[in-house]
Every structure is written in structure tokens, then in C-alpha cells.
């Protein structure tokens, strides 16, 4: 956000470009899910790193608004690919062991590694983008190459694919690749959607979760344009990134626990209520910077648990295109949010946004809460989706 509010585009151009990127992703989720729930999860990384490294390099070297819009769509292709298929990956990984029941403890550990990596992202990458962006893309490039080479040691888990009645038609010799393609994705979704269907409670994890993704997400990319604004440097800004990262890593590691204590209801409740105390104090305090750091709890907790809940309730053979189900509703909302927010900031100022924000949260936390009533008390089915790995043959 900053190096490009540097390149001239205005908080506007921005809403825009990031509204793009999840216009993207939007219509791609499910096609990108398809690809790794029928091709495979490791193909579907591998693709990913390869869209990433040619996004970092259209947005470096571009000069113009519609290269960076192509640089932007190239981004949210590859972050399409990789969304549903990484989870995936590790969950069926975890089945095909006969460990389950441990995912929650190793995502625990998996995010604590990221958060341990953006603590020293943020701080060398502030430093850095003080004195040299060419140097922070570069490192960047160099990071994401490493990525894509680590991912070719990946093993593909074994999944049963699913055999639809129309499957005849694809196997036509007569019948076109790419119309094979299409069908196989169509059936796919339609499949994935008869899911959904069955299980309500898995839209309304989806939508709870990734409502306040958003909200935080949208916090993350403003609040480095208001205090640079306020005249910090980089350095002060991923300073703070990475206390929050750590506050992140530390409650994810130790989500397991904390979810044993405090149960679904106490998540699904007490969290979005963490973040609207966040949002107010950000709003109306001058210590947006320690009520931030807060969100990182909320970060560190829901990342996985909500993982948890909803690969519960996933059959195998749907995981990756559910779980693009929940990247789309994501983009969706971050399509009508961000460049909301982006234009308030620019005709009033981001300190209105951020006021506005937290009225909005308000507004929707007390429906919230009559939704959840039902949805929580309602029957849970914890019978254990039918999943065609190899070790249930």
C-alpha cells in the first residue's frame, strides 16, 4: 500500500486495484478449487507460486494503473490456487496418517511458523522499504522461488474422486479437452454445493469467519496509510506488524487449549466482540497501535478453529472447492468493503473509515448474535464426513 501510494495511486486507485483483486478471486475460487480437488493439491501450490512470482514482478516494474490492475489479477489467480489446496493438502495428509484429531495442534504449530516468519518480515522489510523497495521486492521474488522449489517435495495425498452419472460424457474420445475440463469443474461445484447444502452450519462458519477476516484485513492495508500519514516510517509500521504477528503466533500455538476452555460458543462469541472493542479503540483512541496488536489474538484463535470446524464437516473429495467457497465469500466481501473504505478515507479522512467501521460492526454484531443463538443451539452432526482416502479402503 505504501509503495504504491509512493508510485502516485491515490487511497481510491488502491480500493480499486484490491476490489479488482477480489473480483478475481471471486469468480476463480471455485474453478481453482476444482483444479486441486481433480488434478491434485500439489499441482494446484506449484501453479500458485508460479502466478505469485509474476504478480511481485508486474507490480514492481509496472508503471501504469492497468498493468498494475493485470498485476493485481495475475496476484489473485495465484492466491486462488493456493487458498483451499494448501489446507487441504495437510488435512487429507493428516487422514491418510489416521491423525485428525491432531490437525488443530499442527495448524497450531504451522501458523506459529508463519507468524514467526512476518515478525521478521515486517521488521526487515520496514527497514528495508526505508532505504530500498527494489531491494524488498527482490528478496521477495526470492522468497517465493524458494517456496516453489520446496513445494515440488510435496506428496500428493490419495483421494477417491467422486463418480458423478454425467461422468460419461468426459470420457467421450469425441468430446474436447477443454469441454472435459468444464464439465468435470461444473460437476465438481454442483457436487461441493449439495454439501453445503446438507451442513448449514458450514455457510455460517464461512460467513462469520470470513466477515471479520475482512474487517481485519481491511485494517491491516489503512492503518499503514493513516500513520504514514501521521508521519511514521516503515520501519515503526512493521514494528508493530510484527508484535502483532507474535501475539498471533503465540495464541495459535496454543489455540488447542484455549478452545478446550472456552468451546465453540465461547469462539464464535467472545471474538467478534474482541475485535469491536478493537475497532472503537482505533476509532476514537490515539493508541490505534496497541488495539491492533489485540486483533492479532482474534488472528491466532479463529485461524484455527475455524479451521477445525468446518474440515470436520468436509468429505475429502470436496475439501479444496468448500474451502474456495469460503476464499470467494472473503472476496465478495472485501470487493464491497474495501473500496468503501478507501473512498472515505479520501473525501473525509481514514480516521472517519475507521469510526464508521466500528458502527458497522456494532450494527452487525447485535443480528449477529440472534443468528448464532439458533445456529448454536441447534442439533450439531458430528458424525465424521464419508472420506475417500486411501486408508479407508
Known amino acids: 500500500m505504501i509503495y504504491l501510494a509512493s508510485r502516485g495511486f491515490t487511497l481510491l486507485q488502491l480500493g480499486i486495484l484490491e476490489g479488482l483483486f477480489h473480483v478475481t478471486s471471486f469468480l476463480m475460487e471455485v474453478p481453482t478449487g476444482a483444479v486441486a480437488d ?13 502466478f505469485f512470482l509474476a504478480s511481485l514482478a508486474i507490480m ?20 486462488n490456487l493456493e487458498s483451499g489446496a494448501g489446507e487441504a493438502l495437510v488435512y487429507d495428509s493428516l487422514l491418510l496418517d489416521g491423525r485428525k484429531d491432531s490437525y488443530m495442534v499442527i495448524n497450531g504449530r504451522k501458523e506459529l511458523v508463519y507468524q514467526s516468519a512476518a515478525i521478521v518480515a515486517y521488521l526487515v522489510g520496514g527497514y528495508l522499504a526505508v532505504r530500498s523497495y527494489p531491494l524488498v521486492f527482490s528478496i521477495s521474488m526470492g522468497i517465493a522461488l524458494a517456496s516453489l522449489v520446496s513445494g515440488l517435495f510435496f506428496k500428493e495425498p490419495y483421494i477417491e474422486k467422486t ?3 454425467e461422468d460419461h460424457e468426459t470420457k ?16 465438481q461445484a454442483v457436487e461441493s454445493l449439495k454439501v453445503v447444502r446438507r451442513q448449514p452450519r458450514i455457510a455460517f462458519l464461512i460467513i462469520f469467519s470470513e466477515l471479520i477476516f475482512t474487517i481485519m484485513t481491511s485494517l491491516f492495508f489503512y492503518l499503514q496509510n493513516f500513520w504514514k500519514g501521521e508521519g511514521r516510517n516503515e520501519f515503526y509500521i512493521g514494528g508493530i506488524f510484527a508484535i502483532a504477528s507474535l501475539v498471533a503466533g503465540l495464541t495459535s500455538f496454543r489455540a488447542q487449549k484455549i478452545e478446550k476452555k472456552i468451546g465453540e460458543r465461547g469462539v464464535l462469541i467472545i471474538m467478534p466482540l474482541l475485535l469491536l472493542i478493537c475497532l472503537w479503540g482505533i476509532a ?18 479463529l485461524i484455527i478453529a475455524i ?28 470487493l464491497v468493503c474495501f473500496p468503501i473504505i478507501g473512498w472515505v478515507g479520501d473525501t473525509l479522512s481514514l480516521k472517519t473509515a475507521f469510526i464508521g467501521m466500528a458502527v458497522f460492526v456494532t450494527i452487525i ?7 448464532a443463538r439458533s445456529i448454536l443451539t441447534a442439533p450439531k452432526n458430528n458424525k465424521e464426513p464419508k472420506s475417500n482416502t486411501q486408508s479407508d479402503q
Open 38 to 50: 481433480l488434478w491434485g493439491r500439489k499441482i494446484s501450490r506449484l501453479l500458485g507460486r508460479v
Open 60 to 79: 514492481f516494474f509496472s508503471q501504469e494503473f492497468f498493468l498494475q490492475i493485470l498485476g493485481f489479477v495475475v496476484c489473485a489467480i495465484g492466491y
Open 163 to 165: 463418480i458423478y452419472p
Open 172 to 187: 467421450d474420445s469425441r468430446v474436447s479437452l477443454g469441454k472435459k475440463i468444464r464439465t468435470s469443474m461444473k460437476l
Open 284 to 301: 476514537l483512541t490515539p493508541w490505534q497501535a496497541p488495539f491492533y496488536i489485540m486483533t492479532g489474538v482474534i488472528e491466532g484463535l
Open 307 to 334: 479451521s477445525d470446524y468446518i474440515n470436520r464437516l468436509i468429505p475429502s473429495q470436496n475439501r479444496a472447492t468448500i474451502l474456495s467457497f469460503q476464499s470467494m465469500t472473503f472476496s465478495l466481501f472485501m
Open 365 to 371: 454484531y447485535v443480528l449477529y448474535l440472534f443468528l
